[in-house]
């Protein structure tokens, strides 16, 4: 009987080393805030901040303001935060802080209606 016991015991602590293990396996690695959107495609899902320049209802109108101010085109169908049916121009997603210092240099150039946004999606 000491023995089954014995054994209960051991098979327990193994239960509860195996359950531990688990508890501190490797956490996913953080997206970078600086990777372009291609696609919602990952199943990661991050909120972070935009600098928009320009939105058309066209990608050629949007890619027309990413060559003026930089940055590159998006669809804003693929951002959780977004009017859906654009495209617009934009650096991001960053930091807010960083998304000001972008809107601000657009503002330079001539992109009088830039502004910054948060917006949510798969960003890798």
């Known amino acids: 009987m000491k ?3 014995t054994t209960a015991a051991a098979l327990a602590v193994m239960a509860g080393l195996t359950v531990s ?3 501190f396996s490797t956490p996913p ?14 199943g990661a899902y ?3 901040w935009f600098a928009i320049f320009t939105c058309s209802r066209s990608r050629g109108g949007a890619q027309a303001g990413a060559n003026k101010y ?18 617009c121009s934009v650096k991001g997603p960053s930091s807010k802080s960083k998304a000001r210092q972008n809107v601000k240099r657009a503002k330079r150039k001539g992109a009088s209606s830039a502004y910054h946004k948060k917006g949510c999606g798969d960003f890798g």
Do not use: M
């Open 70 to 87: 930089g940055g590159y085109v998006i669809d804003t169908d693929e951002i959780d935060g977004f009017s859906k049916g654009w495209y």
């Open 21 to 23: 293990a688990h508890a």
């Open 46 to 48: 991050y909120c972070d």
């Open 3 to 5: 023995r089954i016991i």
């Open 29 to 42: 690695a953080p997206h970078s805030a600086q990777s372009p959107i291609t696609k919602i495609s990952d």
